[in-house]
């Protein structure tokens, strides 16, 4: 109960007492700190064996990672895994967080392949999310680079959202918001180490009966205005704004599409579309229909599938008998057509499916992983292993 609602082990003891009080045998062996951290290591040993098998059983797996620096200054990885759990739904989970010796894309690989080497990587990973920092997606020397090097099908996705952040921070790029991040900055830095100025501002805003807080950093375009709200602006500058709008507009669509533009001739994400079908046109019992965008996904992973002993041969002609399908059960409500495929009825399609509905998005998950571990380190749980 203490590691799900995220309580300090300092609390244990004092729980254990109040079980007691209520009639509960628990005699006087299991109830220190002490051993609340061994009850936490070993739940934790139980569910990452768990989701060992669980990995196991899927064909194809996807791998989201990313970097941080704790508070001891050390570099750790966190990796999440994605595949194709019993249900046939795409899952997510925490896999490892480990710490890097060495945080190059060489460092990074190493500890990748080593920590991940009961899933068999190079047999079955089919892509990787990471940001879009160079030691990640370097066309020579980053991460993916060297990883295509033993799996030369594998897709390296830039986060989606890590795009939109950066698409947003060309668009802000040489216009007045740069002026307002640097006067954000200059109030943090005023206030940040000195208590005396921080005290000043406290009591001018007693007198003035507002309400302060302690400037944040501007730093980055997720947090640059978080906590800012903007009480009085000259009407000038509204002024400004609104005749400048369409401007504002334009550059936000463009900085889009330099940041998306090559999905659009990215023939797995054409592929992917493909598995929307609501968005079929009408007559996709066409012979022609999606063809195009199969023989493209096919070809690419072509090295992967035979590694599982796919006929890829007769994905195509899967893929025409699935239409057949699908026209017949099109109008059950709820269908959830990919994840009750039947492997018998379509086995080499399914199997390309699977690789499609692995294909990441974001690194989300991770960024949530990192929050956690950030929670986990302010409980005071230095002595839990961090893998756990």
Known sequence: MLAKKEMPFTKYPAIVELEKRHGVSLGSTYGTEHKCQEFTNTFGDCLQDDTLDEI??????????????????????????TFINADGHPKCKFFCLANVSDATSIGIQTLLMERCAKLDLRNRLVSICVDGAAVNLGVRHGL????????????????????????AKDACSTSFLDEITTMLL??????????????????LAELTEESIRKPDK???????????????????????????????????????????DDLQSSSVMK????????????????????????????EHFKPLLLKHDIVVASIIDDWRAFK?????????????????????????????????????????????????????????????????
């Open 186 to 203: 200059n109030l943090h830095y005023m206030y940040e180490k000195s208590p005396k100025r921080l005290h000043e501002l406290q009591i």
């Open 218 to 260: 501007a730093n980055g375009t997720r947090s640059e205005f978080r906590g800012v709200m903007l009480t009085a602006v000259r009407q000038n500058v509204l002024d400004t704004f609104h005749n400048s709008r369409s401007a504002y507009v334009d550059a936000i669509s463009s900085c889009l599409k330099n940041r998306f």
């Open 324 to 388: 057949t399908y699908w026209a017949g059960v099109k109008q059950i409500k709820g269908t959830n057509i990919w994840a009750t495929l039947h492997r018998k009825q379509f086995p080499n399609l399914e199997s390309l499916i699977e690789i499609l509905l692995l294909l990441p998005v974001s690194n989300a998950k991770v960024e949530q992983g990192f929050s956690s571990m950030c929670r986990i380190r302010d409980l005071g749980w230095e002595s839990v292993p961090w893998t756990t």
């Open 56 to 81: 196991r059983a899927s064909r194809f797996v996807t791998v989201s990672l990313d970097g941080s620096t704790d508070s001891s200054v050390q570099e750790k990885e966190m990796i999440y895994v």
């Open 271 to 298: 592929g992917v579309k493909t598995l929307d079908v609501s968005a079929w046109p009408s007559d996709y019992s066409n012979d022609s229909f999606g063809l195009e965008e199969i023989s493209g996904v096919i």
């Open 144 to 167: 993916s680079a060297l990883l295509k090097e033993d799996m030369p099908w594998l897709v390296a996705v830039h986060c989606m959202n890590h795009r939109l952040e950066l698409a």
